[in-house]
C-alpha cells in the first residue's frame, strides 16, 4: 500500500506551459507539504498546509499555486513554466509536527 | 535562522568498512527535532531516524547508530560494516516548529558510495 504517492512520476514540458503535479497520502495525517530539489540535490521547503489551510509560503513565485482539496490531497500547479523550473518535486505528509514522510517525488523537466 | 551543515559532500568506502557521517545544525530553538533521511539512487527519500532535542541517548537500529551531542550541536550518523546497498545520498534535517507544521532545514547532503 503506498503512503504518500504523486502522479506524474515524470514530467517533460516546454517552457511557457502550464502543469500539475498531484499528491495524495492515505496515512490519515493533517499536514501535507511540497518541497523542490534542485539539481544539485538541494532540499528546501515550499508550502505547508494543515487541514487544507495553507500555514508555509517559503517565498515561491506566485507562478506557484498549492491546492488542497482535502486532507488527503495537495496538488501543485504552475504557471509559465521555466527552465529554472526544472527539478524534482517531492510531496509529504506527516502528523501535525511529527515525522515527514515523502512520496516518490515528481521529476519535472522544462524545454 | 535554522542552518544544518554536512561538510562531507562524497564518501567512498569499501564494503564492510565502518563509515561516519557529520551533521552540525545551529538553531535558537530549545525544542527541535533531528532527523536522517536516506535517498538511494531510485531517488526516494526514506525516512532514517528522528530524535528530539531532550534526548541524547545514543540509537543502534542493526548496522546503522547515531550519535547526538547537544554540547558540539552534532548529530553525527555511523553505518557499521557498510553494504553496496548503503550507497545513496544522506541527509540530516532540523525540523522548526511553525504554528501547528513544522518544516525541515535539509543539510546539502552526502553522497556515499560503497564499492564491493
Known amino acids: 500500500d503506498t503512503a504518500v504517492s504523486q502522479t506524474p512520476k515524470y514530467l517533460v514540458t516546454q517552457m511557457g506551459n502550464d502543469k500539475s503535479i498531484k499528491c495524495e497520502q492515505n496515512?490519515?495525517?493533517?499536514?501535507m507539504y511540497w518541497y523542490k530539489q534542485d539539481s544539485k540535490k538541494f532540499l528546501k521547503i515550499m508550502f505547508s498546509?494543515?487541514?487544507?489551510?495553507?500555514?508555509i509560503n517559503e517565498t515561491v513565485p506566485n507562478r506557484f499555486s498549492p491546492k488542497s482539496p482535502d486532507k488527503a490531497h495537495l496538488n501543485l500547479h504552475i504557471n509559465s513554466l521555466e527552465l529554472g523550473d526544472s527539478a524534482v518535486y517531492f510531496c509529504?505528509?506527516?502528523?501535525?509536527?511529527?515525522?515527514?514522510?515523502f512520496g516518490p517525488g515528481t521529476r519535472l523537466t522544462v524545454l | 535562522a535554522q542552518k544544518v551543515t554536512q561538510a562531507q559532500t562524497e564518501i567512498s568506502v569499501v564494503e564492510k568498512e565502518d563509515v561516519t557521517l557529520d551533521c552540525v545544525y545551529e538553531?535558537?530553538?530549545?525544542?527541535?527535532?533531528l532527523f536522517w533521511y536516506k535517498q538511494p539512487p531510485s531517488g526516494e527519500l526514506v525516512f532514517l531516524i528522528r530524535?528530539?532535542?531532550?534526548?541524547?541517548q545514543n540509537e543502534i537500529s542493526g548496522r546503522y547508530s547515531w550519535n547526538f551531542q547537544k554540547s558540539t550541536s552534532s548529530f553525527n550518523f555511523t553505518i557499521t560494516a557498510s553494504q553496496v546497498v548503503d550507497s545513496a545520498v544522506y541527509f540530516c534535517?532540523?525540523?522548526?516548529?511553525?504554528?501547528?507544521?513544522?518544516?525541515?532545514?535539509f543539510g546539502k547532503g552526502i553522497t556515499l558510495s560503497v564499492r564491493p
Open positions: 538553531t535558537r530553538d530549545t525544542t527541535y527535532y
Open positions: 498546509y494543515n487541514n487544507k489551510e495553507l500555514i
Open positions: 534535517a532540523l525540523s522548526e516548529p511553525t504554528g501547528a507544521n513544522s518544516k525541515l532545514t
Open positions: 509529504a505528509s506527516s502528523r501535525q509536527r511529527d515525522t515527514q514522510y
Open positions: 496515512l490519515g495525517h493533517d499536514t
Open positions: 530524535r528530539n532535542s531532550f534526548d541524547e
